[in-house]
T-cell receptor
């Protein structure tokens, strides 16, 4: 079945350092979504990318969708302690369902 | 505005006991509904999704089942829990149709002992 993998699984950074997580799908995706889950909380939608090569920014967060629409990345510039959490990508598999990636857990050291 | 309620928030159940987690969505009609499971420190596994009353698609064969008795009600059940059923269960909904944001409930922590 379709698989969506994320690397790295864990990342510890010093506050102020940059952070990137990568998402790779075994199949071409029609779109991809990114979610953030704070410790003890539930995933919350961040953004959706649809077009090949699309790049979107939200303040210090930059999201990119690969040209082949099989991979995506999330880059955070100058991390802050509020960025702590697990970041998930989710690729659409079929009409109604999304397959979530394995997640990258980010810890930011003050 | 739309809201999603999921309960109970936490429960501890013995092996072999039944399970019922309930989820309701308010403020929308005909939503797509989902049950996900997250094992401790792991990713999100899609268990079931539903596009309408009585319509359930199962993603992972296991001893869990789901039902949608009403348009905005989604129930996750088990007749006999296993230790491996422990985890964080998340109900979620999205607007009918494809390519829409998924909104998650607060989640239910299940510990099977």
């Amino acid at each position: 079945g379709q698989q969506v993998m994320q690397i790295p699984q864990y990342q510890h950074v010093q506050e102020g350092e940059d952070f990137t997580t990568y998402c790779n799908s075994s199949t071409t995706l029609s779109n991809i979504q990114w979610y953030k889950q704070r410790p003890g909380g539930h995933p919350v939608f961040l953004i959706q990318l649809v077009k090949s090569g699309e790049v979107k920014k939200q303040k210090r967060l930059t999201f990119q969708f690969g040209e082949a629409k099989k991979n995506s990345s999330l880059h955070i510039t100058a991390t802050q302690t509020t960025d702590v959490g697990t970041y998930f990508c989710a690729g659409r598999a079929g009409t109604y369902k999304y397959i979530f990636g394995t997640g990258t857990r980010l810890k930011v050291l003050a | 505005s739309q809201t999603i309620h999921q309960w109970p928030a936490t429960l501890v159940q013995p092996v072999g006991s039944p399970l019922s987690l309930e989820c309701t969505v308010e403020g929308t009609s005909n939503p797509n509904l989902y049950w996900y499971r997250q094992a401790a420190g792991r990713g999100l596994q899609l268990l079931f999704y539903s596009v309408g009353i009585g319509q359930i698609s199962s993603e992972v064969p296991q001893n869990l089942s789901a039902s949608r008795p009403q348009d905005r009600q989604f129930i996750l059940s088990s007749k006999k829990l296993l230790l491996s059923d422990s985890g964080f269960y998340l109900c979620a909904w999205s607007v009918r149709g494809s390519g829409n944001t998924i909104y998650f409930g607060e989640g239910s922590w299940l510990t099977v002992v």
